[in-house]
């Protein structure tokens, strides 16, 4: 017998818009699309795969969950499982392959499944979290999220309602999957649906797609997240504002993306592929980025953190097992792409509309 772990997850979304909409009409406009965003996933004739995942999903058995922790660096299901179910939703997950944000891990005991992703994800939590003030309380989009790790981790952060979103037919039914789990115990214990299965949501798609307001007090987040996304966008100042638009004023934005060295006057634009993407296009330095932010009326733009992107933090793992970072590099000079630019660097600024 299949789970409804979709339908559930989706019923849950309607109504967390439909309670906003009282207060922020915007959300009438995301309910009038959604509809069509969740049949487009599921959609073979767009996605191939679409049935297979939704298969893996609809059989993840239903174990006795004791608890979830959503605040250690691997996203842990807390749970007794035997051999037989051990087995099992391993063989599902992997049907979900590649993971690429994580980790996570189902079972506490001798036969928990781990699922060790590409990224570290966990690493770029960890470096950005001391810098975001409370989420406690806040309405937050998070833009690319991927399989909803670091969304798990801010409604793991008090966040009243998170809102990922990701075009992703894969990553949505990663994001599912992991929640049969996470919801697994909102259900048996938090009867009042306040638990982060109930806060926490997913919609496949872009933010070009989403609607927005430019009337003061009809944005829905005080909170916005957009973490490696904003290179891969042709038009950077497009996508700023897209972010901007979606804020409260006051609101915060968190922008985490590639960045060189350089003066105000320095972007990287890659000839054709960098570290093997071909869909790379704007690479600023931190103080070429900061003027963006300033120039689409961002505020209170700092820089909170810089990172060399190491071989340990991306890499290939028996749950993804395609080319990684150490592939992407220079095999005679790690400090240069493969391509001959500068290794991948990664700078988060934090931004006040």
Known sequence: MTNKT???AERELYLALIQRAQYRPIATQWLANLPQWLSDVKDKRRYAHAPAYLSAVENLPRIEVNGVDLNSDVLTIEAQLNEGQSKQITALMKQLMPWRKGPFQIGTGDNKVFIDTEWHSDWKWNRIKPHLGTLEGRYVLDVGGGSGYHGWRMAGAGAKQ??????????????????HFVAGFDTDMDTDKTGVGYRTHYIPVGLEELPSSSDQG????????????????????????????????????????LVIEGDANTVLVPHNRYAKMNNVYFIPSVAALTGWLEKVGFSEVKCVDIDTTSVEEQRATDWMTYQSLKDFLDPNDPTKTIEGYPAPMRATLIATK
């Not at 990922?164 to 994001?175: A, E, G, K, N, V």
């Not at 005080?222 to 100042?237: A, E, I, K, N, W």
């Not at 979606?246 to 985490?256: A, I």
């Open 162 to 179: 998170v809102i990922i979103i990701d075009p992703s037919c894969l990553f949505y039914h990663q994001f599912m999957a992991i929640r």
């Open 218 to 257: 009809n944005q829905l987040f005080d909170t916005v997240f957009c973490m490696g996304v904003l290179y891969h966008r042709q038009s950077p100042f497009e996508h700023l504002n897209q972010l901007r638009n979606q804020l409260m004023t006051g609101g915060q934005l968190v922008l985490e993306t």
């Open 6 to 8: 979709i339908e559930t």
